[in-house]
């Protein structure tokens, strides 16, 4: 019979979590599953898509995630668990792997505490932003630009432009391999930006605040561009880009 335990859970959800990444399309367009060798036995891991583990752009625990708990945490991180998992054939791999009653039980303490934050600054902005009346609109028409424009329109179409540019050039750094992990990171974080946008959209987007995130992820690229770009170098930018864009979701 199958041991029912936690590492017989983390294996056959890893299995499932590879599978998965390779399997659908959209999601292998950004990432990768590869394998390699390791002492008497074989590894995987996951990798942005078109980047080698020998690529020097490649850093572990930044865009690359060896092993079953790093490959679980960092798809729980990026919601590709949770949307497998809700699946007729996520439902059979977590009975499967004896979880069905406690899903995230092979998910580490420490990317369930990150993501449990997030989710509480999320419900507490919900609780700040002030109810529409009546008389409001999505957005505010009593300030309007020269044009009879309301500014906030005019604001979102600034900002989705930026957005759109830095993102399409980011993409373009990619497919060049130039900065190959810095662009995927910017691919991440430009996509979270517009993700972003449009569920604010309406409510509550604090254009300052964005201004000055992407302001902050430029920054932290140009100085590693200006670093000598050693192992170092890459470690600490990469981090601090990986965490900002984390923060943002």
């Known amino acids: ?101 406690d899903p995230y039980a092979v998910i580490s303490k420490s990317a369930l505490d990150s993501s449990k934050k997030k989710q509480d600054v999320r419900v507490k902005d919900l609780r700040e932003e002030p109810q529409s009346t009546a008389t409001d609109t999505a957005f505010s028409r009593d300030k309007s630009s020269t044009d009879g424009t309301p500014n906030d329109l005019v604001k979102l179409a600034d900002l989705h432009k930026i957005v759109c540019t830095k993102l399409s050039e980011a993409k373009s750094r990619a497919k060049s391999n130039a ?16 993700s972003l946008m449009a569920r604010k959209i309406g409510s509550a987007i604090d254009f300052g605040k964005m201004y000055q995130s992407i302001e902050f992820f430029e920054r932290i690229i140009s100085q590693y561009i200006a670093s000598e770009r050693n192992a170092n170098d890459k470690i600490i930018c990469g981090v601090i880009l990986q965490q900002h864009r984390r923060d943002l979701e």
Not at 73 to 88: K, L, N, V
Not at 179 to 194: M, R
Request: hydrophobic letters at 35%.
């Open 1 to 101: 019979s199958r041991p029912n335990n936690i590492e017989h859970a983390k294996k056959w959800m890893t299995n499932f979590m590879c599978a998965t990444i390779v399997r659908q399309t959209e999601i292998r367009k950004t990432l990768s599953v590869k394998c390699m060798r390791r002492g008497c036995r074989d590894e995987w891991y996951i990798i942005p898509t078109g980047l080698t583990r020998k690529d020097p752009a490649a850093v572990e625990g930044v865009n690359m995630f060896t092993g079953e708990q790093a490959i679980l945490d960092e798809c729980f991180r990026r919601g590709i668990y949770q949307q497998s998992i809700d699946a007729e054939d996520g439902i059979d791999a977590l009975k499967k792997a004896g979880i069905q009653n």
């Open 179 to 194: 900065l190959n992990a810095f662009a995927e990171l910017g691919i991440e974080f430009y996509e979270t930006l517009h």
